[in-house]
Nanobody, 124 residues
Framework: QVQLEESGGGSVQAGGSLRLSCAAS????????MGWFRQAPGKERERVAH????????SYSDSVKGRFTIFHDNAKNTLNLLMNSLKPEDTAMYYC?????????????????WGQGTQVTVSS
């Protein structure tokens, strides 16, 4: 059973930074993909960034490109999202997700496995 647990959310002022982490159990990092998604109240879920486990290739949404960085911390077995230059429009619940099939991270339905989410609030 794959379990994902996010941490690191919180409140920050615009321009600030946060680092989210996702600890995975029952999941093999060597294949498939992992990603970060977010959903703000009243809005649809949005893909933020994802990474392909086999070659570390990364993909970002246009809204976060240049500000956010997704990466594995192999020593801690976590997926991380470093968020810099945060904006009020980044306010959302952020979810970690994973799938053994690489294509699922960029598909409309998203990955098969999801964490419970961590809240990020950016004030102006």
């Amino acid at each position: 059973q794959v379990q994902l647990e996010e941490s690191g959310g919180g409140s920050v002022q615009a321009g600030g930074s946060l680092r989210l982490s996702c600890a995975a159990s029952g999941y093999t990092y060597s294949s498939g993909c992992m990603g970060w998604f977010r959903q703000a109240p009243g809005k649809e879920r949005e893909r933020v960034a994802h990474i392909y486990n086999s070659n570390d290739a990364k993909s970002y949404s246009d809204s976060v490109k240049g500000r956010f960085t997704i990466f594995h911390d192999n020593a801690k077995n976590t997926l991380n999202l470093l968020m810099n230059s945060l904006k009020p429009e980044d306010t959302a619940m952020y979810y970690c997700a994973a799938d053994s099939r690489s294509w699922r991270c960029s598909s409309g339905g998203g990955p098969s496995y999801w964490g419970q989410g961590t809240q990020v609030t950016v004030s102006s």
